[in-house]
């Protein structure tokens, strides 16, 4: 009887499947809609500067850093589902999840290009003012740091 219930109980994996499966497509409707938004307010004002190129510029890598962000939570949804409920899935090769390694990778992945989008957000977006080369530095370290971890994870396979 407790091994039927320990067997059975991987199902309420289904909870965190549904919750980031609803949460990744909820971020991407809504950065979606946000993007439309930008791009009509940009052809309504209809101000053709270096300045107004810039905004709408930072706008589209803020949009970029968000969908990544939905995609990272896809991932972790299909990832569970596939270690927890279904494990045959018909997934691209780069997309299967065999262990939480697997998983863990995959986010990791997505975090450095999100950290990646990020640091090209700044950039577009500096004045001159602010110290970006100590922020991309401190980039630098935990996208080093985070490779590092992808390469040792890899190495143990």
């Known amino acids: ?3 039927t219930i320990l067997a059975s109980s991987r199902y309420i994996m289904i909870v965190p499947v549904i919750g980031t499966f609803l949460g990744s497509m909820a971020l991407i409707l809504y950065e979606a809609m946000a993007l439309y938004a930008s791009f009509i307010d940009t052809i309504r004002d209809g101000t ?3 300045k107004a190129v810039k905004i709408f510029a930072v706008g589209i890598v803020e949009a970029v850093d968000v969908f990544l962000i939905a995609i990272a939570v896809y991932i972790i949804s299909i990832g569970l589902y596939s270690l927890f409920i279904d494990d045959k899935l018909p ?4 997309l299967e999840v065999h262990n939480l390694e697997d ?5 990791v992945s997505v975090v450095i290009a999100v950290l990646a989008v990020l640091f090209l957000r700044e950039v577009v977006a500096w004045d001159g003012t602010s110290a970006i080369a100590a922020f991309g ?3 630098a370290l935990v996208i080093g740091a985070l490779t590092f971890f992808l390469v040792k994870n890899n190495a143990r396979r």
Do not use: D, F, Y
């Open 137 to 139: 530095a401190g980039m």
């Open 91 to 94: 997934l691209p090769k780069w």
């Open 1 to 3: 009887m407790l091994r």
């Open 48 to 50: 053709v500067s270096a």
């Open 103 to 107: 998983l863990k990778g995959n986010l």
